[in-house]
């Protein structure tokens, strides 16, 4: 049995949400802050018929909200991409990857991965997003590559999940791939072999996370089998050899508890790629493991996000030193009604023994909502953006997002 322990709440809203465009948008399906929280990209993967966009916000002068944009909309090419499916930005905001792994249900594309830097000066209102390297296409039509991405502190290396490759292991048993920036900046490079997932339907790759050098990448499996029980869930992490041409697995697989878990639905690796958060969706937890002496050992208890289930753990953030930690369940019945959503955020104990409620919960604005579908914390774990791809502020489905400051 898990436990959560609380104390007083203290979780302000920073300025006013940031709406998607119009209905069906999708907006906030993915979220990501820099590191001081002054840069936040949200992508919007159901705009215009499933095209998608990514749209990047600084917060304003006066620290209250973010309603100056950073350059231009990114789009996607073509219905049915799903751009901003996936978003993840450089701790100090001017690099931003964008994964459009194409809508599943089709099944006639590959997906890609694009990666922009910005440049110009926002001050003088000639900042732009210029895209670095080429277009990074999947293996085969329906791999949803670019369904999770991930990205380096420098910004040359990234990871890119496809969870429906179908490997040497079978159908929709997915694979990570791995590139970096070639040194001319002007070629994204494959390094090592393809991470495969271990039998089919695991669907390996739904989730992923590199520590700040790049050589670490934690890998969501939801679907795996392990230990006999059905979808119970998988994750591995891998670091890249000193030879920089194989991954190689670091410390024990990491299973699920119990059938349908789906286990390693979430993941996030901190900087130093020593502390992993792995999100539940089916069981309604989170775990937290440290890394000592090769092994992945649990660090605090388990974290039960909605007793009794029906909350979906959908989303997970660690601070950069891996005590602070917010958990997204989109599908719980929050304040404000069915499928409003909630977000949890979690400090570690100073004996490093239980994980302990910072605040209330943060509820949705609405039923409806699934607010916490996405979520980021920033380094210090003081602030967290929180998405809502289903509020109707701008229209049914258009989406928001709001960012709130421990205060």
């Known amino acids: 049995m898990y436990t959560c322990l609380f104390q007083s709440s203290a979780w302000k809203q920073r ?70 499916w996936s978003v993840d930005m450089t701790p100090d905001g001017t690099t931003v990857i964008c994964g459009s792994p194409g809508y599943w249900y089709y099944g006639d594309r590959p997906g890609y991965v694009r990666v922009y830097s910005q440049v110009g000066d926002i001050d003088l209102g000639t900042d732009n997003w210029k895209q670095i390297g080429q277009d990074i296409f999947g293996e085969a039509n329906g791999d949803m590559f670019g369904y999770s991405v991930s990205i380096s502190e420098d910004g040359k ?36 072999q393809d991470i495969d997932g271990a039998a089919a339907d695991d669907e390996f790759g739904r989730s992923v996370s590199l520590s700040a050098d790049g050589l670490t990448v934690a890998i969501g499996a939801p679907y795996n089998d392990s230990n006999g029980n059905v979808n119970s869930g998988r994750v591995n992490v891998y670091r890249i050899d000193e030879g920089g041409s194989s991954w190689q697995r670091l410390g024990q697989s ?35 493991f440290s890394l000592s002496s090769g092994t992945w050992n649990q660090f605090g208890q388990g974290v039960v996000v909605v007793v009794g289930g029906l909350g979906f753990v959908n989303s997970v953030s660690l601070s950069d030193d891996g005590r602070t930690l917010a958990v997204g369940a989109p599908y719980a019945y929050g304040k404000n009604g069915v499928d409003s959503g909630i977000v ?49 502020d701008n229209g049914g489905w258009s989406g928001h997002v709001r960012v709130f400051a421990w205060d």
């Open 254 to 288: 990491i299973d699920g508890d119990n059938a349908d878990d789906w286990f390693g639905m979430s993941v996030s690796l901190t900087p130093d790629g020593n502390t992993l958060a792995i999100g539940a969706y089916g069981g309604d937890y989170v775990k937290v």
């Open 15 to 84: 300025g006013s949400p940031i709406v998607g465009d119009a209905s069906y948008a999708g907006f906030g399906g993915s979220v990501t802050l820099s590191s001081d929280a002054s840069a936040l990209a949200i992508g919007a993967p159901y705009h215009n018929d499933d095209t998608g966009y990514v749209k990047i916000y600084r917060v304003d002068d006066d620290g209250g909200g973010y309603s100056v944009r950073i350059g231009q909309t990114l789009n996607g090419d073509a219905t049915d991409d799903t751009f901003g």
């Open 157 to 192: 290396t990234i990871a890119i999940g496809a969870p429906y490759n179908d490997g040497s292991d079978g159908a929709d048993s997915g694979h990570v791939r791995m590139y970096r920036l070639s040194d001319d900046g002007t070629t994204w490079v494959k390094i090592g």
């Open 344 to 392: 949890r955020i979690f400090r570690m104990s100073d004996a490093e023994t239980k994980w302990i409620l910072m605040g209330d919960d943060i509820d949705g604005a609405a039923a409806g909502d699934w607010s916490g579908s996405s979520v980021s914390l920033s380094a210090d774990g003081t602030k967290v953006a929180i998405g809502s791809p289903r509020n109707d």
